[in-house]
C-alpha cells in the first residue's frame, strides 16, 4: 500500500486543522491505520490509531479530547481533525498503515510496515 499525506500548514495556537492520507490498494480496510509524528530531535511518537475491524480509535494522553482520527474505506482514506493546537503539537505528520502479519503493539514505530513521506504541521504561539 502506498500511503499519501496533505493538508498540513501553518496555524496559530488554540486554532484547528485538518490533515489527510490518501492510500492505494484495494484491501485499505483490512489495514490497521495510524498517525504519528515527529518533532525535529525527538522520537517518532504516535497520535492516533484506528483498528480495521472494530473501527476503535486510540489516541495517547497528550492528544485525547483535542484530535480525532476518521476513516473511510469506501474512499481508501483516513484523516485527522486537530483542535486547540498548542506549539508543542508542531512536528512531521506520518501517515501509517500496519501489515496483515505484524505483530508488534500497534503504538509502536515497529507497529507498522507501511509510511506516508509526511506533512509538516507548525503551530505558532
Known amino acids: 500500500v502506498q500511503l499519501s499525506e496533505s493538508g498540513g500548514g501553518l496555524v496559530q495556537a488554540g486554532g484547528s486543522l485538518r490533515i489527510s492520507c490518501a492510500a492505494s490498494?484495494?484491501?485499505?480496510?483490512?489495514?490497521?491505520m495510524a498517525w504519528f509524528r515527529q518533532a525535529p530531535g525527538k522520537e517518532r511518537e504516535l497520535v492516533s490509531t484506528?483498528?480495521?475491524?472494530?473501527?476503535?480509535?486510540y489516541y495517547p494522553d497528550s492528544v485525547k479530547g483535542r484530535f480525532t482520527m476518521s476513516r473511510d474505506n469506501a474512499k481508501n482514506r483516513v484523516d485527522l481533525q486537530m483542535n486547540s493546537l498548542q506549539p508543542e503539537d508542531t512536528a512531521v505528520y506520518y501517515c501509517?498503515?500496519?501489515?496483515?502479519?505484524?505483530?508488534?503493539?500497534?503504538?509502536?514505530?515497529?507497529?507498522?510496515?507501511?509510511w506516508g513521506q509526511g506533512t509538516q504541521v507548525t503551530v505558532s504561539s
Open positions: 501509517a498503515a500496519r501489515g496483515a502479519s505484524n505483530y508488534y503493539s500497534t503504538v509502536s514505530v515497529r507497529g507498522y510496515d507501511y
Open positions: 490498494g484495494r484491501t485499505f480496510s483490512r489495514y490497521t
Open positions: 484506528v483498528n480495521w475491524s472494530t473501527g476503535d480509535t
